[in-house]
């Protein structure tokens, strides 16, 4: 498995941003192959990580894909500042 987190820092409105990744962005990715679970969370203080996970870097790369183009469409107001991407193969899980 490949996992990949995004750190989104200065979020307006993490209410809103959940909103719409929850009815608009999830829906994206889900289709794509490989796909195993996707995690928006709300760190406080303006700060909100992504979590996904894919059966191999290739799902995990066009998620990357879909989700700048759906920050650049949908939430720029929101996300202000790029995210702090991290990724990686699953060494471990439970």
Request: charge should be negative; proline fraction near 6%; avoid cysteine.
């Amino acid at each position: 498995m490949y996992a990949m987190v995004r750190r989104y820092e200065g979020v307006t409105d993490p209410a809103e941003a959940g909103r719409l990744v929850s009815e608009e962005f999830v829906p994206l990715i889900r289709p794509i192959p490989g796909f195993v679970a996707y995690f928006w969370v709300d760190a406080g203080d303006g700060v909100m990580l992504s979590t996904s996970v894919f059966e191999d870097r290739t799902g995990a790369e066009e998620s990357t894909k879909k989700a700048a183009d759906f920050v650049r469409d949908r939430l720029t107001s929101l996300l202000p500042n790029a995210p702090q991407v991290t990724s990686g193969e699953v060494v471990a899980s439970g």
